[in-house]
Nanobody, 125 residues
Framework: QVQLVESGGGLVQAGGSLRLSCAAS????????MAWFRQAPGKEREFVVF????????YYADSGKGRFTISRDNAKSTVYLQMNSLKVEDTAVYYC??????????????????WGQGTQVTVSS
């Protein structure tokens, strides 16, 4: 069983920054693909970014390219999402996800078998 706990959400003005953190339980964090998804009211859960097990590879959705940066610290079992130049349309609940399976389509929610409770990010104009 893997537990994920997000933190770092909040209210920020457009153009501002936030750093989300996701702390994972378990002894094999380095074997998990980690990702961030988000869900705005009335919309489906949307892929934001994933990071490989070693942290060497990342893939961003177009919405976050050039503004968001994912990183991980396997020694601390934590993944981060640095969000800069935030826009009103970034407002959503942000979820951390972990995939323990060896293969998957890492851009789709169905490939992840563990989820955090979510943290609210609100960007005001």
């Amino acid at each position: 069983q893997v537990q994920l706990v997000e933190s770092g959400g909040g209210l920020v003005q457009a153009g501002g920054s936030l750093r989300l953190s996701c702390a994972a339980s378990g002894r094999t964090f380095s074997s998990y693909i980690m990702a961030w998804f988000r869900q705005a009211p009335g919309k489906e859960r949307e892929f934001v970014v994933f990071i490989s097990r070693s942290g060497d590879n990342t893939y961003y959705a177009d919405s976050g390219k050039g503004r968001f940066t994912i990183s991980r610290d396997n020694a601390k079992s934590t993944v981060y999402l640095q969000m800069n130049s935030l826009k009103v349309e970034d407002t959503a609940v942000y979820y951390c996800a972990a995939a323990t399976l060896p293969k998957g389509d890492w851009g789709t929610p169905g490939s992840y078998n563990y989820w955090g409770q979510g943290t609210q990010v609100t960007v005001s104009s």
